[in-house]
């Protein structure tokens, strides 16, 4: 069970970036993405694939199709500029969690 | 004020064994799913272990299954992960993170304890 993401994306200041995630399992099971700066605790952004908590500023969004999840940022701040990892479960057996490989945002 | 804060990590040698905590403050952590979750130099996050409220169900990651245990003290508020035959591919900040029903997901995490597996 593997979740796919991009190794990077750039964004201009103010304009929309995209982050995908991809994995078999994520047309049955929800999906949750994580914000991480270095030297930082993660910070859960998105969770059920497009519920945002309220602690996350409302250009934060998520979606879904099939088997792809989207993290979208529309107008990007540099404050964004972070690791995001998208998180699943595996749907066999006992639940194991899954970690996408990380996205690294630039916002330039 | 909700935090989680491990500590316990440090420099070990291959074969060795090291105990973290997770102390939680402002909440009980026995009340709440915990987690495990690492990250290697330079990589990504990687999930190891849950205990449910009561430490009587757990799971592990097939990669540290066997040689780490999880546990915890509802008395001093603290979640273990007991460490045995430690590997260089276990060196990581290992973090701990509650799991919190209404999210379906990590909503409070520490800043994480540093593991090094070397000789």
């Known amino acids: 069970f593997e979740l796919t993401q991009p190794p990077s994306v750039s964004v201009s200041l103010g304009q929309t970036a995209s982050i995908t995630c991809s994995g078999a399992?994520?047309?049955?099971?929800?999906c949750y993405w994580y914000q991480k700066k270095p030297g930082q605790a993660p910070l859960l952004v998105i969770y059920k694939d497009n519920e945002r908590p309220s602690w996350i500023p409302d250009r934060f969004s998520g979606s879904s199709s099939g088997t792809i999840v989207t993290l979208t940022i529309t107008g990007a701040q540099p404050e964004d500029e972070a690791d995001y990892y998208c998180q699943s479960a595996d749907n066999r057996g006992p639940y194991d969690l899954v970690f996408g490989g990380g996205t690294t945002l630039t916002v330039v | 004020e909700m935090q989680l804060v491990e500590s316990g990590g440090g420099l070990v040698q291959p074969g060795g064994s090291l105990r973290l905590s997770c102390v939680g403050s402002?909440?009980?952590?026995?009340?709440?799913?915990m987690h495990w979750v690492r990250q290697a130099p330079g990589k990504g996050l990687v999930w190891v272990s849950r205990s449910n409220s009561d430490g009587t169900r757990t799971n592990y990651a097939d990669s540290v299954k066997g040689r780490f245990i999880i546990s915890r003290d509802s008395a001093k508020n603290t979640l273990y992960l007991q460490m045995n035959s430690l590997r260089a591919d276990d060196t990581a900040v290992y973090f701990c993170a509650r799991f919190l029903v209404r999210y379906d997901a990590f909503d409070l995490w520490g800043l994480g304890t540093m593991v090094t597996v070397s000789s």
């Open positions: 399992a994520l047309s049955k099971q929800y």
């Open positions: 402002g909440l009980l952590v026995s009340d709440y799913w």
